[in-house]
């Protein structure tokens, strides 16, 4: 069955960057693009962009272009998701989700999130 | 950005009856508008996709309809397990966005 296993929290300083990983299995990886997400406690979800595991295209929200690095290992059927100059508005559950092979968004398969706290 | 105003925030109903969520796009989105059941401390679950169709093992309970602007998600029979976080996300145009969701209670 498709799993996407995240990996765990992380507590990093203002101005740091973390990089979460989204092992992916149970399908093949180059054949469905990865997107990442995220949600601040309380409130509703954002998402940040995809990869297209095949070509290594990557696709990002305006308001994180810049900040935001997808890349992909398809060796490792892996995805990355880098976030830089790190905030306190940043503290958040980012998401991984498997979407179409043409980055539409029928996200079936998501991981199980991964809690970025942003805190001096 | 499209700006996608759900409604309502929230809403308590009894076990066996209908519900009725809307979500309002803030220009035309044809029919890119998927519906998302959450529950605390789970990751979204995928209801229906492209407007109206129902999402892989996604109980026959759960319809979507609308195009344009102005969509909806129904809820028939209502069961406990159907307490939940509701969001609509439209993804006609980068970047995707979502409705700020609807706190439905089964009292």
């Known amino acids: 069955q498709v799993q996407l296993v995240q990996s765990g929290g992380e507590v990093k300083k203002p101005g740091a960057s973390v990089k979460l990983s989204c092992k992916a299995s149970?399908?093949?990886?180059?054949?469905?693009?990865v997107h990442w997400l995220r949600q601040a406690p309380g409130h509703g979800l954002e998402w940040l962009g995809w990869i297209n595991p095949r070509t290594g295209n990557t696709t990002y929200s305006q308001k994180f272009k810049g900040r935001v690095t997808i890349t992909r290992d398809t060796s490792a059927t892996t995805a990355y998701m880098e976030l830089s100059s790190l905030t306190s508005e940043d503290t958040a559950v980012y998401y991984c989700a498997r979407g179409a092979g043409d980055g539409v968004p029928l996200w079936a398969s998501w991981g199980q999130g991964s809690l970025v706290t942003v805190s001096s | 950005d499209i700006q996608m105003i759900q409604s309502p925030s929230s809403l308590s109903a009894s076990v066996g009856d209908s519900v009725t969520i809307t979500c309002q796009a803030s220009?035309?989105?044809?029919?890119?508008l998927n519906w998302f059941q959450q529950k605390p401390g789970n990751a979204p679950q995928l209801l229906t996709y492209?407007?109206?169709n129902l999402g892989p093992g996604v109980s026959s309970r759960f319809s979507g309809s609308g195009s344009g602007t102005d969509f909806t998600l129904t809820i028939s029979r209502l069961q406990p397990e159907d307490t939940a976080t509701y969001f609509c996300?439209?993804?006609?145009?980068?970047?995707?966005?979502f409705g700020q969701g609807t706190k439905l209670e089964i009292k």
């Open positions: 149970g399908y093949t990886f180059s054949k469905n693009a």
């Open positions: 220009q035309d989105i044809r029919q890119f």
């Open positions: 492209g407007a109206s």
């Open positions: 996300l439209q993804y006609d145009n980068l970047p995707y966005t």
